[in-house]
């Protein structure tokens, strides 16, 4: 490794970040992560951490899961890469088709397509959705519907549907016929209720009015996630994508589950569609995959899509869609050891054992910090939203938030700051001390920015 300087210089001199101002990430150096061995990472001065992150939602399995390394390693040797376009594919691919296959059976999903991440797998699932409307005799159906604070990565399509305007706002015009509808949020809602099946009520009434609006033949489909990530861990009432299935289904909508952080047992269910008891049309996944070792994405497709693409026998049915790397043997290799671990360590009844854990822990942060306006999750997938003033609900300042991240990570524990929320998504291996260190963390944070 270079010496720290060269390092702290060169990133703010040669590089810019995702989601980060380069004048401020030039001002505030980022933190520069050097190493990581079971849940904790090492920075470039030594300092070792919890990663309360999971790197961003998705080493479930910790950095020393040697399975996927070792997969890794022995792939690289024996097939590094070949293209799986028409004409070619792999056998880890064929492997993990197989193994997919049977880890999204409960969810009713047959066929896999492959990309290179989240926002790929997005981007798949839009095109499908509206080329199987044309290939079903309807081609008008070309709209979508997403959720406010929705997120769907950040490819044009993805960018379209998603529902913060941070992600959109500076790359407008984006894909026309898309509409948001409200979000399943109890905390913040246009409703005036905190009862969250009334909100799903609410939602599904402006949902068939906006149907009934602009008629049904022009909807492809419906995208939303499960539980909502990055918009703040938003957990719906268990009614509301009972409720939106059912709405979408009468109306020949398809529903598209994003499941980029849902789909590996995140939530404490193995997939956040089956958390709430919904077959989806379309699923798009990623991240945990391959624990987030090699950049890789799988969709999954129903039996009702699949054959719609499968009995149309014209050149209309040819998928014109997908990547150099779709299907990359070394991520196959390493999804497959991936869903191997996963399953073995039984990782999403942990998630769910440790994720009430973690909620009580923060529920109790909540009772003595005023700083805490609201706190939620589902498994271990969780954040609290940090407030100036819990009347009005007025959201936290910047350097409040970013003095409960530092103070925290000091205490030896990293947590990701997205607006006013404190995320908490660490990976799922992690024992009952790891979530008190977690807990104790943030309290020093809040006590620190709070003024306690
Ligand atoms: N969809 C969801 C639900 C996500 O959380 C993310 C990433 N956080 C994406 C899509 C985009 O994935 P990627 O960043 O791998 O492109």
Redesign the pocket.
């Known amino acids: 490794m270079r010496e720290a300087n060269f390092l702290i210089e060169n990133n703010a001199r040669h590089l810019w970040h995702p989601m980060a101002h380069p004048a401020e990430m030039q001002a505030s150096p980022p933190r520069i992560v050097n190493a990581g061995e079971g849940v904790e990472i090492t920075d470039i001065h030594g300092k070792r951490v919890l990663d309360a992150v999971g790197g961003?939602?998705n080493v479930n399995l910790g950095y020393s899961c040697d399975p996927v390394k070792e997969a890794i390693r022995q792939q690289l040797e024996q097939l590094p890469y070949y293209s799986t376009f028409r004409g070619t594919t792999n056998s880890p691919l064929i492997e993990l088709s197989y193994e997919l296959a049977e880890w999204f059976k409960e969810d009713g999903l047959v066929r896999s397509f492959y990309t290179s991440?989240?926002?790929?797998?997005?981007e798949t699932c839009l095109r499908l959705a509206r080329q199987y409307h044309k290939l079903n005799g309807q081609p008008e159906r070309t709209k979508f519907f997403a959720l406010k604070k929705?997120?769907?990565?950040?490819?044009f399509g993805?960018a379209s549907v998603n529902g913060n305007s941070n992600f959109r706002r500076n790359y407008e015009p984006l894909l026309p016929g898309v509409f948001h509808l409200p979000s399943p949020f109890t905390y913040r809602n246009p409703f005036g209720t905190i009862d969250g099946a009334e909100i799903a009520k609410g939602i599904a009434r402006l949902f068939e009015d906006e149907i009934a609006f602009q008629g049904a033949d022009t909807i492809a489909a419906l995208i939303m996630?499960p539980v909502l990530?990055?918009g703040g861990v938003i957990v719906p009432h268990e009614t509301f994508m009972p409720l939106m299935r059912e709405i979408c289904d009468r109306h020949g909508i398809l529903l598209i589950a994003?499941?980029?952080?849902?789909a590996f047992g995140r939530t404490g269910a193995w997939t956040g569609s089956r958390l709430w008891g919904v077959k989806p049309d379309l699923m798009?996944t990623?991240?945990a995959i391959t624990n987030g070792y090699y950049?890789f994405?799988a969709v999954m497709i129903s039996e009702k899509v699949a054959q719609v693409f499968e009995n149309n026998k014209s050149a209309m049915g040819s998928i014109g869609h997908g990547y150099t790397y779709s299907g990359h043997p070394v991520g196959a290799a390493a999804a497959l050891a991936s869903l191997k671990e996963m399953q073995r360590l039984n990782v999403a009844a942990n998630a769910q054992v440790r994720g009430e854990e973690l909620i009580a822990g923060l529920k109790e942060l909540y009772e003595r910090h005023e700083l805490v306006g609201d706190v939620r999750g589902k498994g271990l997938m969780c954040a609290i939203e940090l407030v100036s003033d819990r009347e009005k609900k007025t959201g936290a300042a910047k350097d409040i938030v970013q003095k409960v991240q530092d103070v925290a990570y000091e205490a030896g524990v990293m947590v990701r700051t997205s607006g006013a929320n404190v995320i908490i998504s660490p990976p799922l291996i992690i024992t009952a001390e790891d979530v008190t260190r977690i807990v104790s963390a943030l309290d020093a944070g809040l006590s620190a920015a709070g003024g306690k």
Request: hydrophobic residues 25%.
């Open positions: 961003l939602w991440g989240g926002s790929d797998s997005v929705g997120y769907h990565g950040t490819h993805g996630e990530g990055a994003d499941e980029v952080i849902t798009s990623a991240k950049p994405g």
